[in-house]
């Protein structure tokens, strides 16, 4: 739990505290179009007192080459590699310095494109039809997740071999991104309102925030997320470590109740256990914080350069010394039941194995449990997030524990009619059959939640693509293409009619009811249009009318609350340098994807004269979709084409490359349960010991002792695991339903089948350990050593 | 010699064979049992390494004990008593020597082959009772007949010797819940479960009062009158070690008298 806490810790730093390297600079502008004369005066002007300069382009377009079929949409990037980037290092395989890779006839690429495209580094690739060499491939980028653009797979050239490639010139939807460094002595605040004077109509992004309040609600999400992962795997521990620590106490009982005959006092055996405990916990925590380091870069390498920090985590004294800290608090704390236990005891009851549970053993419980809502709310920095999350865990473990508790009356009851050994030890008092199956099965919904939750994100995202129905997407092109396109597209045997249209434009928020727009109001907004007032229905208000006098807007539901903005008030925005007012005339419940991809809807008539960009969605024949891009592609090269099947692909890949980031901690939750999980059966180990020298002096074979053994841990894995990941496919579906704001199932009937062979695994192999040794030995030589 | 005919056909009539389901233990008078060795020990020795220093325990046991006869063996504390009961019954390897139950010498025998032995022809007897904590009385007596693989009217028989050794009604209690003369009845009804031609007890009184050591005496002694099963019991109690047919005596791991 400590390796999590510290690669948890680590990951959050870079989320929120490195934010010079995930823009690359200390300001960055970005803009529709190219910057006017006045403005690169403004940047010359800069550049006198001090302030550095960079220009990235990004735009997309169609790549090919002689090794594959079909040509594949890829986010390109042209840079000055003299420059770029001012913060954080753009990584090469093979490790070239940028500027030596990037040259007028080279460019790189992600390893992902080469494996679309069949090439590695020295082949040959076109671009928009223009030959290039790949000279190396990207392994990371630092400023990758600012691009607008970044979905598909990645190429960057050099600035010369960008115009060399002529894409600027087939009016895609460009991007331009001016990069300052701006050094010390000079006022940030201050040059940013003058950038934001300069350019109106971009988006100005500095280190210190994150522009777009979005962008940040997605960052504290990813951050509390880390978090909480890493607390679930604190929790995960201290259950390890409660039940581990019950099962040493009640091993030394008869230790405990002679120190109780002789007299010790209560404090006297609680400072020998308090401080055996935590020594153990001491070298445990860190040996933990200081494994983190080898895992990160065993997981760095296992995932080919694909995670969100191509960097391997750096050592840090206070990151080692708060997970070593808390996971101390968290064993110590989970000391408490099993020490209160022992402490209400007699000591003729000790002797004879039979702790009672104490009292006041609810009240031990119910501080315990605050003490873990403390600790959550302070790593997620949200007591809300933290006791909701842990209430939500709590609820799933409580389900778990009466399922637990219904096993073992249902095994003791079927004791009666079947074999004693095997399945029907979890019945069996004193064997701990509720609490080794809620450890297990927690463990297993915890592993469950973590690991569907990036794929249900995934999952949601597919299903809301927009323009459903078609195969095939176009998308960036500019008014001046439309006409020719929908020609070719209307002469086309293999295409249904009609093709569908989605314009779309980039505003940014002036003015809400006259007054200027609140600082928490996100910066950039996507807008899209509808000829006729669609029909859906909405939960205030009313479409727009025809022909009314002011441009009129149905605005989504949340992004007018997060304003404050009602129905009949007006709010301006500015496009393409114009301003734009509109009176919100309806409201709309959009779920969150819908609304990121256009908040608004106007009416068609309202972007004339603004700098639109189109995608289109097109219905094709079965089996139609690759002639008609080829199509698409032979008249139109720099348009972009895509199929569903491949837009959903970008997307995962897109996803999965944060998402890997977000395994790793689950794959170490993992660890740290099935870790924790096969302590607890060693630490039963003397219980189940004595039980098999028994049964091999009363005549077992060491087969039979074995498998009845297995059979138990089996039955036990494959219980808790298929409960453990229902409750899990649970838990991520209600954490989804509340981020999207809309019902996102978590459920595949993989990760469940997965899930319970992993309990299997688990038991099997904790089982396993803990008998391997027994079942070789003299039952007398084992119990000689009792 | 008193007249002791039991013949195999009645005690199989009953469904429990009288010296074990092997007929080559079976012999029809005590005079005729007497006269088989059913257990020979030969030049047995048994030391343990402790890291620091070596102990030898037993330094060359001769020994034979024929079928139907109750022995005692006494001696002080770590003159190795239980060590060799132990080695008798197989539970543990000796350091040189030989074991042979009925001529075979178990030490050749694989786990498995030792495992059915202990299993049909052992019933072994702790001072400190070995029940399953986590099993009930009836259970634990039911234990060997499971693992056995006796189908059938498994719990009848358990409660019947529950009834037997005078624990009738606690037949669902947990060994934590009955008192030590209580637990050892049971451990003496396990042992009786499968009717072992061989009964070893490693100190059966020893924890337990007068009165309650006297009637587990008894059981034991039944077991060998009625049923000729033999008997080797390790005891300090000269009065127990006066009921038994023979005394061997043991001192710094060798035997001084028997």
Not at chain 1, 41 to 61: H, K, N, P, V
Not at chain 1, 278 to 297: D, H, K, N, T, Y
Not at chain 1, 540 to 551: L, M, N, T, V
Not at chain 1, 749 to 772: D, E, F, H, P
């Amino acid at each position: 739990m400590s390796a999590a806490r510290v690669v948890a810790s680590e990951f959050t730093r870079r989320l929120s505290g490195d934010m010079r390297q995930w823009i690359a600079a200390d300001v960055a502008v970005t803009l529709r179009q190219p910057p006017s004369e006045e403005q690169r005066g403004e940047i010359d002007d800069l550049a006198r007192q001090g302030i550095q300069e960079t220009e990235s382009l990004e735009t997309y377009t169609m790549a090919s080459s002689d090794q594959a079929a079909d040509p594949v949409l890829i986010s390109i990037k042209s840079v000055d590699p003299r420059r770029y980037p001012w913060y954080g290092r753009v990584e090469l395989d093979p490790a070239l310095p940028l500027g030596e890779a990037l040259q007028p006839d080279t460019a790189v690429v992600s390893r992902t494109l080469a494996e679309r495209l069949s090439v590695v580094p020295g082949n040959r690739i076109l671009i928009d039809g223009v030959d290039f060499r790949v000279a190396a491939l990207i392994a990371g980028e630092p400023d990758r997740f600012a691009a607008a653009p970044n979905a598909y797979p990645r190429v960057m050239l050099s600035g010369d071999a960008f115009d060399r490639s002529q894409i600027a010139r087939q009016g895609n939807s460009i991007s331009w991104r001016l990069l300052f460094r701006i050094g010390a002595g000079h006022d940030t605040t201050g040059l940013k309102a003058r950038f934001q004077q300069v350019f109106p109509d971009a988006q100005v992004v500095d280190y210190r925030d994150r522009g777009d309040p979005r962008a940040a609600a997605a960052l504290n999400a990813a951050v509390t997320y880390l978090d909480m992962a890493a607390w679930n795997a604190l929790v995960l521990g201290s259950l390890g470590v409660a039940m581990v620590i019950y099962l040493h106490i009640e091993q030394r009982l008869d230790t405990v109740a002679v120190m109780k005959v002789l007299g010790g006092r209560w404090s006297q055996i609680l400072v020998v256990y308090l401080l055996e405990i935590g020594g153990l916990s001491l070298a445990g925590c860190a040996i933990g914080a200081v494994l983190a380091i080898p895992l990160e870069r065993i997981f760095l390498l296992l995932s080919r350069g694909q995670s969100l920090f191509p960097v391997a985590i750096e050592w840090r004294w206070s990151q080692a010394g708060e997970a070593v800290g808390l996971g101390m608090l968290a064993s110590l704390m989970a000391t408490a039941m099993p020490l209160a236990a022992v402490r209400a005891a007699p000591p003729l009851l000790l002797l004879r194995r039979h702790v009672q549970r104490p009292a006041g053993r609810w009240r031990i419980g119910l501080l315990s449990l605050l003490g873990l809502v403390v600790l959550a709310g302070w790593m997620v920095h949200s007591w809300k997030a933290g006791a909701a999350y842990l209430f939500g865990k709590a609820a799933g473990a409580l389900i778990l524990l009466a399922a637990g508790s219904g096993l073992v009356r249902v095994m003791r009851r079927a004791a009666r009619y079947w074999k004693i050994q095997g399945p029907m030890n979890l019945g069996r008092p004193g064997l701990h059959g509720e609490t080794r199956f809620l450890a297990l099965a927690v463990g297993i919904m915890g592993v469950t939640a973590a690991w569907l939750a990036p794929a249900a994100v995934i999952h949601a995202i597919e299903q809301s693509l927009p323009l459903p129905g078609a195969d095939l997407f176009v998308f960036g092109f500019g008014p001046d293409q439309k006409g020719p396109l929908i020609d070719l597209l209307r002469r086309n045997p293999d295409v249904k009619q009609p093709v569908e249209l989605l314009p779309l434009i980039v505003l940014r928020l002036a003015k809400v009811a006259g007054v200027p727009a609140p600082a928490s109001a996100p910066e950039r907004w996507a807008a899209t249009c509808s000829s006729a007032a669609p029909s859906a229905p909405l939960s205030a208000g009313r479409w727009w009318q025809p022909g009314a006098a002011a441009p009129e807007a149905v605005m989504s539901e949340s992004l007018a609350a997060m304003l404050g903005v009602k129905v009949g008030q007006t709010v301006e925005f500015l496009s393409s340098g114009r301003a734009l007012p509109a009176r919100i005339v309806g409201l709309r419940r959009m779920d969150a994807i819908e609304e990121q991809r256009g908040g608004l809807v106007f009416p068609c008539t309202a972007f004339a004269g603004l700098s639109v960009s189109y995608g289109a969605g097109i219905s094709v024949r079965n089996g139609r979709a690759d002639a008609v891009r080829r199509a698409i592609s032979g008249s139109f090269p720099s348009i972009a084409v895509i199929s569903r099947r491949e837009l959903a692909a970008a997307i995962e890949s897109v996803a999965s490359d944060a998402i890997w980031s977000l395994r790793e901690i689950t794959l170490l939750i993992l660890i740290a349960g099935t870790g924790i999980l096969i302590l607890m059966v060693l630490a039963e180990e003397k219980t189940r010991t004595r039980e098999i020298a028994i049964l091999k002096a009363l005549g077992a074979r060491p087969s039979q002792v074995r498998n009845g053994m297995l059979a138990e841990f089996a039955f036990l894995g494959a219980l808790a695991g298929s409960s453990g990941g229902v409750m899990g496919s649970l838990f991520a579906s209600l954490l989804l339903s509340v981020i999207f704001r809309k019902l996102a199932p978590a459920w595949d009937a993989r990760v469940l089948l997965g899930a319970t062979a992993l309990g299997v695994a688990t038991g099997v192999a904790a089982g396993w350990a803990s008998i391997l040794r027994t079942v070789r030995q003299k039952p007398f030589t084992v119990l000689r050593n009792e | 010699m008193e007249s002791f005919a039991i013949p195999v056909s009645r005690a199989r009539g009953t469904g429990a064979p009288v010296f074990g389901s092997d007929a080559d233990f079976a012999c029809q008078t005590r005079a005729e049992c007497h006269n088989t060795s059913l257990i020979q020990i030969r030049d047995l020795t048994k030391s343990i390494d402790t890291g620091s220093h070596r102990v030898d325990i037993l330094k060359g046991i001769d020994l034979e004990i024929p079928t139907g006869q109750f022995a005692a063996i006494m001696g002080p504390s770590g003159s190795g008593k239980s060590t060799l009961l132990g080695l008798m019954a197989g539970l543990d390897s000796p350091t040189s020597g030989q074991v042979l139950l009925d001529g075979q010498d178990i030490g050749r025998l694989s786990e498995d082959e030792m495992a059915l032995l202990r299993g049909r022809k052992i019933g072994f007897v702790f001072q400190s009772y070995y029940l399953i904590p986590t099993l009930t009385a009836e259970e634990n007596v039911l234990l060997p007949m499971e693992l056995a693989g006796q189908d059938g009217g498994g719990r009848e028989r358990a409660r019947e010797l529950l009834g037997r050794v005078g624990v009738e009604g606690r037949h669902d209690h947990y060994p934590v819940e009955l008192s030590g003369g209580e637990q050892q009845r049971v451990a003496l009804a396990r042992a009786f479960a499968l009717h072992p031609p061989i009964l070893l007890a490693d100190e059966p009184t020893g924890n337990l009062d007068t009165a309650t050591g006297r009637a587990v005496l008894e059981l034991l002694l039944a077991q060998n009158r009625e049923h000729g099963a033999t008997l080797v019991l390790v005891t300090h109690e000269e009065s127990l070690a006066n009921s038994a047919d023979r005394r061997i005596v043991l001192r710094d791991g060798l035997v001084v008298s028997q």
